[in-house]
């Protein structure tokens, strides 16, 4: 079972930049897609960012389409998500989430189909 960490958040202004960090351990990080989702105080989690097992295959919501870039680091059981540009409505708790991946191509955008997640840090933007 792997066990996920999250890191890299903090209080921004508009426009800045930040790297959230995901650090995996428990287990063999490269058979897992990942992802990323944030959640708004009073707002569902929605998608961010997903990212097959091999990093070859990506795809990012519309609202960060252009502004976040997700990537993964095998060697170092970790993946990320570089943000750009940052607006007020990004302010929200990010989470990461590991699936088994079935396929070095394959990538997930729904959080039911994630069974791992890690405990989140919080992402505020200042406008």
């Known amino acids: 079972q792997v066990q996920l960490g999250e890191s890299g958040g903090g209080l921004v202004q508009a426009g800045d930049s930040l790297v959230l960090s995901c650090a995996a351990s428990?287990?063999?990080?490269?058979?897992?897609?990942m992802g990323w989702f944030r959640q708004a105080p009073g707002k569902e989690r929605e998608f961010v960012a997903a990212?097959?097992?091999?990093?070859?295959?990506?795809y990012h919501a519309d609202s960060v389409n252009g502004r976040f870039t997700i990537s993964r680091d095998n060697a170092k059981n970790t993946v990320y998500l570089q943000m750009n540009s940052l607006k007020s409505e990004d302010t929200a708790v990010y989470y990461c989430?590991?699936?088994?991946?079935?396929?070095?191509?394959?990538?997930?955008?729904?959080?039911?189909?994630?069974?791992?997640w890690g405990q989140g840090t919080q992402v505020t933007v200042s406008s």
């Open positions: 428990g287990g063999t990080f490269s058979i897992y897609a």
């Open positions: 989430a590991a699936t088994m991946g079935y396929g070095d191509s394959y990538y997930y955008s729904t959080r039911d189909e994630y069974k791992y």
């Open positions: 990212i097959s097992r091999s990093g070859g295959s990506t």
